[in-house]
């Protein structure tokens, strides 16, 4: 089955760019969705197709998706922006979908 | 505006099912796929499977359905399109089963897309 991987944390400080990869073998070539989701709620998606945001969702929010990774990036970020987040796709062999493991984002 | 509203928090036996309902409203629940993603405490998401709520296929009442292998055997949803409403049955309860239980209804056909809109989630706590 298909593997996403995420690294356990990432750490920044406030008004700083994050960066939270997720890497898949050709990710590139598939549309990636990232969630996120702060404590005692449901995830929320933030970024899908890649790169395009919901309505309500901020600029700050933005994807990239190429080769083996896919990025999501938080510029400037605020310390309302601490919670897990989890890139998604779909495995159209096993028609199903599949999550990163998800990061811990700190705002320093 | 959309919303899915799930049954409250279940505590189970181990080897008893259960059954989450997730009501949906604001759209025409047809015209969308409904998946189910659980998390176990302190652990990520994971897909539990989807149902096609559209009543067809030689089987009307049973809508299309596709669920992770891991679930294969214990996992049964359902719907029931006359009240908006789909369900998730999971027999064979043992303590790993413990977890949040999310519905999220999916933007494309299939396992297509992601989930644009989703349930408050359903504690399923498994203690003997």
């Known amino acids: 089955s298909y593997v996403l991987t995420q690294p356990p944390s990432v750490s920044v400080a406030p008004g700083q760019t994050a960066r939270i990869p997720c890497g898949g073998n050709?990710?590139?070539?598939?549309?990636v969705h990232w969630y996120q989701q702060k404590p005692g709620q449901a995830p929320v998606v933030v970024v899908y197709g890649d790169s395009d945001r919901p309505s309500g969702i901020p600029e700050r929010f933005s994807g990239s998706n190429s080769g083996n990774t896919a990025t999501l990036t938080i510029s400037r970020v605020e310390a309302g922006d601490e919670a897990d987040y989890y890139c998604?796709?779909?495995?159209?062999?096993?028609?199903?979908?599949?999550f990163g493991g998800g990061t811990n984002l700190t705002v320093l | 505006q959309v919303q899915l509203v799930q049954s409250g928090a279940e505590v189970k036996r181990p080897g008893a099912s259960v059954k989450v309902s997730c009501s949906s409203s604001g759209y025409t629940f047809t015209d969308y796929f409904m998946h189910w993603v659980r998390q176990a405490p302190g652990q990520g998401l994971e897909w539990v499977g989807w149902i096609n709520p559209y009543r067809g296929g030689i089987n009307p009442n049973r809508g299309g359905t596709n669920y992770a292998q891991k679930f294969q055997g214990r996992v049964t949803m359902t719907r029931d399109t006359s009240i908006s409403t789909a369900y998730m049955e999971l027999s064979g309860l043992t303590s790993d089963d413990t977890a949040v239980y999310y519905c999220?209804?999916?933007?494309?056909?299939?396992?297509?897309?992601?989930?644009?809109?989703w349930g408050q989630g359903t504690l399923v706590t498994v203690s003997s």
């Open positions: 050709d990710i590139g070539s598939t549309s």
């Open positions: 999220a209804r999916g933007t494309g056909p299939y396992g297509s897309g992601t989930g644009d809109y």
């Open positions: 998604q796709v779909w495995d159209s062999r096993s028609d199903q979908w599949v």
